[in-house]
């Protein structure tokens, strides 16, 4: 799933988080991050996504 998430944002910049719960991450897991993670894992990870958008915010 990470490496779809990398490619993801190599391509779009961004991800929103809602994204983990749609195809093609949704192909690897029918329930997303929710299915391979512990949550704290997942908060790590929303976190991370949410610092990229705010860099990306800032160089615009």
Do not use: C, K, N, W
Not at 7 to 24: A, Q
């Amino acid at each position: 799933m990470f490496t779809l998430i990398v490619d993801h944002l190599t391509e779009h910049g961004v991800m929103e988080p809602t994204r983990l719960y749609e195809s093609p991450f949704t192909d690897i897991a029918p329930y997303g991050p929710d299915g391979l993670f512990p949550s704290v894992d997942i908060d790590a990870l929303l976190q991370v996504l949410d610092g990229v958008r705010a860099t990306a915010s800032e160089a615009a």
